[in-house]
């Protein structure tokens, strides 16, 4: 079986999504998001092509990226959106040619649009196209992959996406023997992450990757509800958002009773703002008068201070924690883990106080409001 990393990344976010578009093969229209980026794809496949003698001015790629949305800017209804992404499209295109116009000594562009299928787990392939290759100096190749998007996911999150580790495992097969790292460019942005991909993240990339063949295979196509689903353009075949058949004689005003959870939730949601705004406002009463509780009317209100690990140098605590084999037990640093080794009472007294100097901590402050006699006390949390 073949698999891209569109159709990984697409059943892990939704296997009927899949289903419909991968084995129905239901095709719905392109938003303008998407014919946009690609006319920026175009444009810097230009610009960066390997077999051009000389670089290409300004003024070319400017073209190549008009060129390429004329091509495509039918498709986008709303002339204010057509107008609006063509001018988004050519500043972009102005201010990364200023900062990359000119070939960074020491590197150069191997291949674009690198298309690729290579062997996956002997009976499968993983297929896909990779944006760009740059040869660096020391035998050493990097993947380029561009972003388009108006929005710039943090570094954790690609590090969980599967995009860059089926790229890297397409270069280990086409450029054996070499050292190949990865990255990404966000064009809108001007900002590029680069990634290693060290040899445990790879393999955990392959378990996720034969779970979605198994999943294919067997024909585990459940929709999965999420945040996704606002946007996907496959909504109308999908069966959580058909249309409910009702059966005779099923009398129920659902338009009364979602009006009235509508209410309710806005009133719910109404009452919880309401309720931060109080507890700011005790916070400020309590910090003005220099007291940690106040008594008015029938009611008390008690703060109560706790400190929290809020970060660390990992590299300090490495140095201090490898020597005492405790290094294991917080390999994968997290204030739960560090909280635990200083419970734990595995050091003396001078190694707590220098993991101690190698965290920071922050102050959480817990505000409790309770009847001065009576009824069950209420306790909320502040930050």
């Known amino acids: 079986m073949r698999i891209s990393y569109t159709q990984v990344s697409t059943y892990q976010r939704c296997p009927q999504q899949y289903k419909l578009q991968f084995v129905d093969r239901i095709r719905v229209p ?3 998001e998407m014919h946009f980026g690609a006319a920026l794809h175009e444009a810097l496949s230009f610009m960066h092509d390997p077999r051009r003698l000389r670089p290409p001015s300004l003024e070319e790629v400017a073209e190549a990226f008009i060129r390429s949305w004329q091509a495509r800017e039918r498709e986008v209804k709303e002339e204010t959106t057509r107008q609006s992404l063509f001018e988004q499209g050519v500043d972009i295109m102005r201010r990364y040619y200023e900062r990359h116009g000119r070939p960074e000594e020491g590197r150069h562009t191997a291949a674009t649009e690198l298309s690729f299928t290579v062997p996956f787990d ?3 392939s993983l297929t896909g196209r990779i944006d760009r290759v740059d040869a660096l100096p020391g035998n050493e190749l990097e993947i380029i992959d561009y972003k388009t998007g108006r ?11 599967a995009q860059l580790a089926i790229y890297r495992m397409a270069a280990d097969h086409l450029y054996a023997g070499t050292k190949v790292t990865t990255a990404l460019v966000f064009v809108t942005f001007d900002h590029e992450m680069r990634f290693a991909l060290p040899a445990e993240a790879l393999a955990g990339k392959r378990e996720e990757i034969r779970d979605v063949l198994v999943g294919v295979q067997v024909g585990d196509f459940n929709p999965r509800v999420g945040p996704h689903c606002d946007w996907c353009g496959h909504q109308a075949f999908c069966p959580l958002f058909r249309a409910p058949v009702v059966p005779a004689g099923l009398e129920v005003d659902i338009a009364a009773l979602l009006r009235e ?5 806005a009133a719910v949601k109404q009452q919880e703002g ?4 109080l507890k700011q406002q005790l916070h400020e009463y309590l910090d003005l008068t220099q007291a940690e509780r106040v008594q008015g009317g029938a009611f008390v ?10 970060g660390f140098d990992e590299a300090r605590l490495r140095e201090l924690l490898a020597p005492l084999n405790l290094w294991e037990q917080v390999k994968e640093v997290s204030p739960s883990a560090l909280s635990k080794l200083l419970r734990s009472g595995g050091l003396s007294r001078e190694q707590r106080r220098a993991v101690e100097a190698a965290i920071s901590y922050t102050d959480t402050r817990v505000l409790r409001v309770k009847p001065t006699r009576g009824s069950e006390e209420m306790e909320e949390q502040a930050e």
């Open 30 to 32: 392109a938003g303008p």
């Open 122 to 124: 002997g009976q499968h």
């Open 151 to 161: 929005r710039m996911r943090p570094r954790n999150e690609w590090e969980k996406d």
């Open 261 to 265: 959870y509508a209410e309710a939730d």
């Open 274 to 277: 309401r309720l931060t705004e």
């Open 301 to 310: 209100a008690e703060r109560r201070t706790y400190q929290r690990v809020a």
